[in-house]
């Protein structure tokens, strides 16, 4: 147990090497430096060491703590951009399902246009085109078209995102006539089926059938 006899005892590892570093270098007392100038350079050169080390440890900590930022700076923008990924992934998502995954209940309703369209009931080819018609502002309206009306959504469309464009506008100006002049607009079989084609053309160019 220590007392009050006891020296206290401290290892200053700075201390240790400045006397080893002069003692390795020569004693400024002994003959050969009878000046002591030897000894003042091994001094200062040792204290320059000293300094250069301390500068260093400074750098080497600022350098850590910068680059431990710069990893959790890069770690917060790589999930960030993970999460528009992930955002653009839903996105596209819904957009196929709102044209493709639901392909079979859309295949079934163009069995029906089709069945009505082979019928020869002048009514069931009205009716075919008519249910086209729907089907084509469905389309129109998950493809992002703007407007209100299907003419509407079709002035909106540019040729260049939809090839059979004039497809589309010569069925639905056939289906605006069955539904303005009722019964008195006469529909041929011929124009019925050659209705249908377009809007059939139309169907295909966005993988709707």
């Known amino acids: 147990m220590p007392d009050e006899n006891d020296i206290e005892y401290t290892f200053d590892i700075f201390r240790v090497l400045q006397t080893l570093f002069i003692r390795a270098s020569g004693d400024g007392r002994m003959s050969t430096d009878p000046t002591g100038v030897f000894s003042d350079f091994a ?27 710069g990893i959790i700076y890069a770690y917060m923008r790589y999930g960030r951009l993970s999460e528009i990924e992930a955002e653009g992934l839903r996105n596209a998502e819904l957009l196929y399902d709102e044209m493709y995954r639901k392909s079979d209940s859309q295949n079934r309703r163009w069995l029906d246009v089709e069945k009505h369209i082979n019928s020869d009931v002048p009514n069931d080819w009205k009716l075919s085109i008519i249910e086209a018609d729907i089907m084509l502002d469905e389309l129109l ?18 040729p260049t995102a939809f090839q059979n464009i004039n497809q589309a506008w010569r069925a639905h100006q056939v289906r605006n006539q069955i539904a303005h002049q009722g019964s008195d607009f006469v529909l041929t079989k011929k124009m019925a089926q050659e209705t249908i084609s377009q809007y059939k053309m139309v169907f295909k160019e966005f993988g709707l059938i």
Do not use: P
């Not at 200062?44 to 910068?66: A, R």
């Open 141 to 158: 309206e998950a493809a992002g078209f703007a407007g209100v009306t299907i003419g509407d959504k079709l002035k909106s469309a540019s």
């Open 43 to 69: 001094n200062n050169t040792f204290e320059w060491l000293v300094s250069t080390w301390q500068l260093l440890i400074v750098f080497g900590i600022f350098s850590s703590l910068m680059l431990i930022f």
